[in-house]
């Protein structure tokens, strides 16, 4: 089977065939109780599920993650200790596929559960700018409606890349993926995304560990100052050979 096979799906519309991204909803269970439901594009729906959990800081001891054991649709199984924070016992979360911050009471409770960054990697900045050419985006190509995370060394060879109609899922997968091999913190690695640089693509970014996240859109201001509070080098605008730097310029050549 194609392997984008399950990002999109055959639309008809002025008498034409067209491929569109496809959206469903997704129910995250721990220990069999219902934690959160997110609007997404199906497929490594273990790694959003896990990704999304350490985003939010609750990840503890992970044992693994897979389809619910009714079987039931639209439901992935996370296999892991949750940790406890204030306030946590009777949160539940909605998360739309545009905004990972939604439905969320107030700004306190994004806190960010992340040390400040170690110092490295030295990059060079053509080769940041570079970085979005070089992202994988084959479901973008076929609907115009998928954003994509991909994870590079700092020699800029792509590790691992994603898809999602919702930017903060597409990390929450490449997360995702790294914390079920064992891969994390992602210390000397860079995280690169296909649109803008919002404060929840910077929170999911420190607390992953990854010292360098470049866009190919604008910044927020939020995110800015998250990411000079966590030593983490934010980029954006990068396209054409160009890239801003707007935090921790030290890492680029």
Do not use: W
Request: hydrophobic content about 45%; aromatic content about 4%.
């Amino acid at each position: 089977m194609d392997a984008t096979a399950r990002l999109h799906a055959p639309l008809r519309h002025d008498g034409r065939e067209d491929r569109v991204a496809i959206e469903e909803p997704l129910e995250i269970r721990v220990g069999g109780q219902a934690l959160a439901v997110t609007m997404r594009t199906p497929g490594h729906d273990e790694e959003l599920a896990v990704g999304f959990l350490h985003g939010e800081g609750l990840l503890g001891e992970l044992r693994g993650a897979g389809p619910a054991a009714d079987l039931a649709a639209n439901v992935v199984e996370v296999d892991a200790e949750l940790r406890a924070r204030p306030g946590s016992a009777a949160r539940r979360f909605y998360t739309t596929s545009s905004c990972g911050v939604c439905g969320r009471g107030a700004l306190e409770e994004v806190a960010v559960h992340a040390d400040p960054l170690p110092p490295g990697p030295q990059v060079a900045r053509d080769l940041l700018a570079a970085l979005p050419d070089r992202l994988a985006q084959p479901g973008f190509a076929l609907t115009g409606g998928l954003h994509a995370t991909g994870l590079f060394t700092a020699a800029g060879e792509l590790l691992l890349a994603r898809e999602d109609v919702g930017r903060h899922n597409a990390m929450d997968k490449v997360v995702g993926r790294r914390a079920l091999d064992g891969e994390l913190p992602l210390h000397g690695l860079i995280l690169c995304v296909s649109g803008r640089l919002s404060f929840e693509l910077v929170q999911k970014a420190a607390v992953a560990g990854a010292p360098v996240l470049v866009g190919v859109g604008a910044p927020t201001t939020l995110a800015v100052s998250l990411a000079a509070d966590r030593g983490l080098t934010l980029a954006g605008f990068a396209r054409r050979g160009a890239v801003n730097v707007y935090t921790r310029d030290d890492r680029v050549t």
